[in-house]
């Protein structure tokens, strides 16, 4: 756990970087340091490991403050990524990755299982990369060793300061999810600065809204983005809000389960029977034997030819159904693309699970901070 | 193209100009003699020939054959260039009489080499260089050619060797003056060496103090600029008057006062640390450069008193015949410790051998302490005989004339491109790199030595070959405060018009440039990491 208490950094020209800060990273979670340019996120970050003094207040952590540790040892605790990398240019791949381990004088065996472990995890072959030097790797991969890098001892606290943010969209969206992979797996306490609201709101637990040194807002994503405290907030987390946060919603979580839908081998009035239910004028077709979505039926079709079979349209599951694990922002450019008014919901089989309406999406968005209570309703 | 230039640079000479001269004595003027102008027989207007076939063989077609035929081409005329004069100097020695006009005195007549060897070699070099260029353009590998390139030079080095050469007047001077020939050139060695170290020391520390402190930075690399600009003969002048009053001194009655010095700045500098807070600011700053000053006298002192110490110690190792074995034995386990670091970052024993971790160092802890006993030794030998209280400084080297001054000098001129480089060299290092460093728990220290310094290290090392071979240079005009080293030879030479003496102390002193050159180029090489190597 890292706490700020009511920390506040000047500069000897007497600027106030950061002012009067209160903010507690709680053990395992990914806290977003995130503002405008200048808003003294890295000053407060490199006040946790001390590469910045503290003017006045305390930064607690585990309860301990962190200038009861001498500085060196404290660093050597804490993982520490930037943005510029930083890889030690005369140095292989696996000795940078070594470096904090070597500084705590582990046995030279251990050192090269951990370097052969972390390389493996951020996806650099160690065989193949290890004894490469940096300048010899592309930058996407020099930001996996950055990563590899800061996690050398099995810190249990990382500093990250815009890490990804030297690399091209693409590469960045690739490593933000593989570095939340790599969080569920290792269960970190991380401090992350960006400026990129998107990147806050995939990779953050929590987001700290930081303006002019001071906090402005501390919640989740979800609740940023449904209730922004001010309107300096609602400008930042920009106009787009409602779309950011289907972003944060999984089709799963949005989903109805009672969809209009007959099997393939369905009489005329059985079908009509089901949309006179639905009160619909469509319905999707499914497998007799297993579920799997086939095409779709509508009214008018059906009173034409008079039979399922040659009313129903066929088509190929993938491009008219979202998968349950998609987001609801997916699922709501689907719905835009085909003119539906219901979108398919499809697990990795390709069976029916559900639907995904505008309606239903409306709802989500109006509703104020309804996924966070959705995921607390779960979490009972 | 080039081995155009060169054949007809080659032959140009060998048409118009003297390849030698026969000089009936050591100082009359000689009569010079072209390489056509031999009588007798055909082998001379050969070489001519040989000379001119370059500037055909450049049109050759055919690359491959092109490049081995100049490379011949270019070998032969060196070794004849040289050759050939020769036989014909040692004809016209035997009847050398009658040369000259009578009644001019005839005392030791000698062969001088005239510029058309000059010429002559200079070409051959061309011609080869270019056969080289062609044979590596086809791809011939590296070695072929080294030895390709190192036939004439071999050949000329074995003729030497074998005397036959021996008719050169410089040959003869060098007979006559080989041994004295060989101290001088240590002492050279020994005089740039030891500058060197002192330079590197003091220049490193004030490249990394200029780097950190702004307010320092102006004003140190101000300073080093200035000095180079003094002119060494001034500064040798300048230091003669304190360095000789400091010689007098009687070494027990210095060590007092040094020590009383050392001791008030000490005392000055804790005072000042204590006070530091309750001063204002203006009484601080000028405490400060006053302790600054205070400090510097004692520890220049014992500078100088190191430096000039540790040159005559080094001479005295190095010449003293008793301390062969010992001498031998700490430079083999030297190199066998360069051999040690420099393959097994090559195979990466580090990790397939356990116990190269655990033994690397050994040799080194032998070369140091074969070092230490070597040093030992000389600094017995020379203050070995006289009573404590009767050393003065001058025991120890230091006078107004001689190596003391000259020392200091050289180390002052090879500040300039040491501090500059070391500066250069960590302010270029991308912060970011540091930072990241800093940020994982290097402390300073170790972010210095492992950072910082392994990256500087190619623009350090830079500065070092630039220091090295301008103090090569330098030192010969040492001579004249009477520090010995090659000067010696070239002011004896130019005292006496004698072109030989004067190429006696040249030719070792350029041959030194070079092979330091060659040499930290590298141990450079050697020692900078791949990931930072120029692609
Ligand atoms: N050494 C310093 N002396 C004086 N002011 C400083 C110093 N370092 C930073 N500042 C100021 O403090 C403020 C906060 O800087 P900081 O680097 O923390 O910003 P940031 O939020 O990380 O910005 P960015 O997104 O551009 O990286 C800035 O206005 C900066 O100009
Ligand atoms: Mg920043």
């Known amino acids: 756990m890292i706490e700020f208490k009511d920390v506040i950094k000047e500069y000897p020209n007497g ?8 903010l507690t990273v709680r053990d395992g979670e990914i806290c977003v340091l995130i503002g405008p340019s200048g808003c003294g996120k890295t000053t407060a970050l490199r ?11 305390e930064i607690l952590i585990n309860g301990q403050p962190n200038d009861e540790f001498e500085p060196e040892v404290l660093r050597r605790q804490i993982g520490y990524a930037i943005q510029q990398i930083g890889l030690l240019p005369h140095m292989t791949i696996r000795d940078n990755v070594a470096i904090v381990p070597r500084l705590l004088d582990w046995d030279e065996e251990r050192v090269r ?67 939340l992979q790599i969080q569920q797996e290792v269960g970190k306490t991380i401090i992350f600065v960006t400026h990129d609201i998107d990147e806050a709101i995939y990779m953050g637990d929590r987001i700290a809204l930081l303006r002019a040194g001071r906090l402005v807002q501390y919640d989740t994503p979800d609740d940023l983005l449904a209730l922004p405290r001010d309107d300096f907030v609602r ?40 949309l006179d239910r639905h009160h619909s004028d469509s319905a999707f077709v499914v497998d007799a034997g297993n579920g799997k979505l086939l095409g779709w039926v509508e009214r008018p079709a059906l009173v034409e030819y008079g039979s399922l079979s040659e009313a129903m349209h066929h088509a190929p599951a993938a491009s008219i159904a979202v998968p349950e694990d ?47 209570a959705m995921q607390r309703e779960r979490g009972r | 193209m080039i081995a155009f230039l060169g054949g007809c640079f ?17 100082l009359a003027s000689g009569l010079p003699v072209g390489l056509l102008e031999i009588p007798g027989d055909m082998r001379y207007l050969l070489l001519f020939l040989l000379a001119l076939t370059p500037v055909l063989l450049a049109f050759m077609g055919d690359r491959n054959r092109r490049g081995w035929a100049l490379a011949a081409v270019g070998n032969l005329i060196v070794i004849l260039t040289l050759y050939l004069p020769a036989l ?88 006559s003056r080989g041994e004295a020939l060989a101290l001088r050139f240590l002492e050279h060695i020994v005089f740039v060496l030891v500058a060197l170290a002192a330079g590197l020391i003091v220049g490193i520390a004030l490249g990394l103090w200029a780097s950190r402190d702004a307010k320092a930075e102006d004003a140190i690399l101000y300073t080093v600029g200035i000095i180079q600009t003094i002119p060494s003969l001034a500064l040798f002048g300048i230091l003669l008057v304190p360095l000789a009053r400091l010689g007098d001194l009687h070494f027990l009655s210095l060590a007092r006062d040094w020590l009383l010095l050392a001791a008030i700045a000490l005392a000055a500098a804790l005072a000042l640390r204590r006070l530091h807070t309750r001063l204002p600011e203006r009484a601080r700053q000028f405490s400060l450069v006053a302790v600054f000053i205070l400090a510097l006298i004692p520890l220049s002192l014992l500078a100088v008193l190191i430096i000039a110490f540790g040159f005559e110690v080094a001479l005295t190792v190095l010449t003293t015949s008793e301390l062969a074995l010992l001498r031998s034995v700490t430079g083999l386990a030297l190199i066998l410790f360069l051999i040690l670091i420099s393959t097994g970052k090559r195979l990466d024993l580090e990790r397939k051998l356990p116990q190269y971790r655990r033994w690397r160092f050994l040799p080194l802890f032998a070369a ?120 010696d030879f070239i002011l004896l030479g130019v005292n006496s018009t004698s072109i030989d003496q004067i190429l006696l102390g040249t030719v070792p002193a350029v041959l030194l440039a070079v092979i330091m050159d060659a040499g930290l180029k590298v141990l450079e090489s050697l020692l900078t990491s791949p990931g930072i190597r120029q692609a």
Request: glycine residues 12%.
């Open chain 2, 88 to 175: 014909a100097g040692s004809a016209y020695l035997v009847g050398a009489e009658a040369l000259f006009e009578a009644g001019t005195r005839i005392s030791n007549p000698r062969i001088l080499s005239s510029a058309a060897i000059a010429f002559g070699l200079a070409g051959g070099g061309v011609v080869l260089f270019a056969g080289l260029l062609d044979l590596e353009g086809c791809g011939v590998p590296r070695l072929v050619r080294g030895l390709a390139g190192a036939v004439g030079a071999l050949v000329v080095v074995a003729m030497l060797a074998g005397g036959t050469l021996d008719v050169y007047s410089i040959m003869v001077e060098y007979h």
């Open chain 1, 326 to 372: 998609a987001t609801a922002r997916e699922a709501l450019s689907v719905l835009l693309s085909h003119s539906f008014d219901l979108t398919p919901v499809i697990d990795a089989e390709g069976v029916l699970t559900g639907g995904v309406s505008i309606q239903r999406l409306q709802d989500l968005v109006e509703e104020p901070g309804i996924h966070a």
């Open chain 1, 235 to 274: 400008e930042f987390v920009g106009t787009d809000r409602s779309l950011k946060r289907l972003h944060l919603i999984s089709v799963r979580d949005s989903m109805m389960n009672n969809v209009p839908c007959c099997d393939d081998d369905a009489t005329l009035q059985e079908v009509t029977a089901c």
């Open chain 1, 15 to 22: 600027f106030r970087a950061v002012d009067n800060l209160n």
């Open chain 1, 47 to 57: 006040m946790v490991n001390r590469l910045i003094d503290v003017t006045r207040g």
């Open chain 2, 10 to 26: 080659a032959s140009f000479g060998f048409f118009f100009l003297p390849v030698i001269e026969v000089k009936p004595n050591r």
């Open chain 2, 368 to 487: 140091a302490l074969g070092a230490l006993l070597l040093l030992a030794q000389g600094a017995g030998r020379l203050l070995g005989n006289s009573e404590l209280a009767e050393l003065t400084i001058r025991d120890f080297g230091v006078s107004g004339i001689g190596t003391a001054p000259a020392i200091i000098a050289l180390t002052l001129y090879s500040l300039l491109p040491l501090v500059r480089n070391t500066y250069a060299g960590l302010k270029n290092i991308d912060p970011a790199i540091i930072d990241s460093g800093k940020g994982m728990g290097f402390t300073a220290a170790q972010s210095f030595f492992r950072i910082e310094l392994p990256l500087a290290f190619p623009v350090i090392m830079a500065g070092v070959r630039n220091a090295a071979i301008s103090l090569v240079g330098i030192a010969a005009v040492a001579s004249i405060i009477g520090a010995g080293a090659l000067g």
């Open chain 1, 113 to 179: 299982q951990r370097v052969d472990l972390l390389l493996d995890m951020v996806g650099i072959d160690p065989g193949i990369q290890g004894d490469k030097y940096p300048r010899q790797l592309s930058g996407g991969q020099q930001q996996r060793v950055g990563v590899a890098r800061a996690l050398g001892a099995d810190p249990p606290i990382m500093l990250m300061d815009e890490p990804f943010g030297a690399v091209d969209p693409i590469t960045r969206a690739i490593l933000q999810e593989e570095f």
